[in-house]
C-alpha cells in the first residue's frame, strides 16, 4: 500500500504517533532513573504492581464512558494525563520522593487505562478492507522516529549527561511537550463520535475465535510482562556495566527491524495470517531462549532486533483478525474489556519479574520462552484448520 492512497485522516493519525515516539524514552529513563536513586530491581517490579493493583478496576469503567463520547477527547486526556505524570516525576525530590513517584506513576498508569481507544479509535479510522496493509505504516513511522532519536537522547543521558539530576528535567521537558501533542490531537485528528461509527447490522460474533483471542493475549501478555523492560534495563546496566545509551541502541536495532518487518508483512499471501502469528512466536521464543542464556550486549542487540523483527511480521495479521471480531459501534468498549483481561492477568508480574531477576538476571526471559513456545503452538494448530479471517475477508 503506497502512502498517497491513505486516506487524509489516517495520515493525520499515524503522524501524531510518529510525533510522540520521542518521548517513550522515558519508559526507560524512568525505571533506570528509580534504580539511579537507590531502588533494587526488586523494589521496582513491587513499586509497579503496587500502583497496576490501584488502576484496575477503572479500566473497564472508562471504556463504557467513552464508548458514549468522542473518543478523540480520550486521546487528549491520556496526553494530558502522561504530561502529568512526567512532571511529577522531574518534580521528585527530598523525603516525600518516594510519595511523589508513586503519585506520578499512578497518574501515568491511568492514562494507560485509556490505551485501549487508540485501539478502538484506529478500528473506526482505517478504511476495514486495508487493515493488514495499513498497519504496516501505522507500525513503520514512529519505528524511523525512534531509529533517529532515541541514540541521541541514550548518548546525552547515558555520557554527557548521566546524574539523576538531567533525568530530572528531561521527565519535565517530555512532560510540558505534551502542551504540542494535546494541540496535535486537538487540531488534525478527526472527532469519532458514536454517530459516526458503523452499525453492527449483519456482524456475527464468532464466539469460539473470540475465546482463542483471548487465550493469546493471556499468553502474550505473560511473555512480555515476565520479562518487562525493567529486566533489560538491570541486565545492561547493572550486569553487563553499560549505560543507557546502550540500552537506546538495543532500541534502534529493534526499531530497524520492526521497519523491515513492516514490508515484509506486506509481502505475505491473503489468507496466511495464523500461520505468520504462529511463525512470530516462535521468533519470539528464540528471542527469549538466547536472552535467557545471559548473552553478551552485541548478542542482546541482534536477537532483540530478531524478536521485534518477528512482532511486527505478525502483528498487522492480529490486529485485522482482532478487528474483525469486534463490532465497530462497541469498539472502545471491548477493548477496555480486553485490556482489563490482560491486566488482571499482568497484575503481579512485575513484582514476579523483578523477583527472578534478583535471583538471576535473566531468569525471566525463560518464562517468557515457555509463553511464547505455548502461543505458536496454538496458531500453528489454528493454522492447520484453516479458520483465519481478516478484516479483508
Known amino acids: 500500500m503506497k502512502w498517497s492512497e491513505i486516506p487524509k485522516d489516517a495520515k493525520a493519525y499515524m503522524l501524531y504517533h510518529t510525533i510522540i515516539a520521542p518521548g517513550l524514552i522515558v519508559w526507560i529513563l524512568f525505571p533506570l532513573y528509580m534504580m539511579k536513586v537507590g531502588y533494587s530491581v526488586l523494589e521496582v517490579g513491587a513499586f509497579f504492581t503496587a500502583v497496576n493493583i490501584i ?58 487505562v485509556l490505551y485501549p481507544l487508540y485501539r478502538a479509535y484506529e ?32 548518548y546525552i543521558f547515558g555520557y554527557l549527561y548521566p546524574g539523576a539530576e538531567s533525568y530530572r528535567w528531561a521527565f519535565i521537558f517530555f512532560g510540558l511537550f505534551s ?29 469460539g475465535e473470540f475465546k482463542v483471542l483471548l487465550a493469546f493475549e493471556a ?24 549505560t543507557v545509551f546502550e ?27 495464523f500461520q505468520v502469528i504462529g511463525a512470530g512466536m516462535f521468533i519470539n521464543a528464540a528471542y527469549a531462549l538466547v536472552m535467557a542464556l545471559s548473552p553478551p550486549f552485541w548478542l542482546a542487540l541482534v536477537v532483540y532486533a530478531v524478536g521485534d523483527f518477528g512482532n511486527t511480521l505478525w502483528f498487522p495479521f492480529y490486529r485485522s483478525w482482532q478487528f474483525s471480531l469486534i463490532p465497530k459501534e462497541r469498539a472502545s468498549e471491548f477493548h477496555a474489556a480486553i485490556s482489563s483481561y490482560n491486566r488482571l492477568i499482568g497484575l503481579v508480574t512485575p513484582f514476579i519479574a523483578g523477583a527472578l531477576a534478583s535471583i538471576h538476571a535473566t531468569l525471566p526471559y525463560a518464562a517468557s520462552l515457555a509463553m511464547f513456545l505455548l502461543a505458536g503452538a496454538m496458531f500453528w494448530w489454528l493454522a492447520g484448520k484453516g479458520i483465519y479471517s481478516s478484516g479483508s475477508s
Not at 75 to 85: P, T
Not at 125 to 152: G, M, N, Q
Not at 221 to 240: D, G, Q, R, S
Open 55 to 112: 488502576s484496575i478496576p477503572l479500566t473497564y469503567l472508562f471504556g463504557r464512558l467513552f464508548n458514549r463520547w468522542d473518543i478523540k477527547k480520550g486521546l487528549i486526556v491520556i496526553d494530558i494525563l502522561d504530561g502529568i505524570a512526567y512532571v511529577l516525576y522531574g518534580l521528585a525530590r527530598g523525603t516525600i520522593a518516594p510519595l511523589v513517584l508513586f503519585a506520578g506513576r499512578t497518574v501515568e498508569k491511568l492514562s494507560t
Open 123 to 154: 478500528q473506526i479510522i482505517y478504511p476495514a478492507d486495508k487493515y493488514e496493509e495499513i498497519f504496516a505504516w501505522h507500525l513503520r513511522l514512529p519505528e524511523v522516529a525512534r531509529l533517529i532519536t532515541f541514540p541521541i537522547l541514550g
Open 179 to 207: 502542551a504540542v501533542t494535546v494541540a496535535y490531537i486537538w487540531l488534525f485528528l478527526p472527532s469519532v463520535g458514536k454517530e459516526e461509527r458503523i452499525s453492527a447490522e449483519g456482524f456475527t460474533f464468532k464466539v
Open 219 to 242: 499468553l502474550l501478555t505473560l511473555a512480555w510482562a515476565l520479562a518487562p523492560e525493567i529486566v533489560l534495563i538491570n541486565y545492561v546496566v547493572f550486569v553487563l556495566h553499560k
Open 247 to 273: 540500552v537506546t541502541l538495543i532500541a534502534c536495532a529493534s526499531s530497524l527491524a520492526s521497519i523491515i518487518g513492516t514490508y515484509a508483512s506486506e509481502r505475505v499471501p491473503k489468507g496466511k495470517g
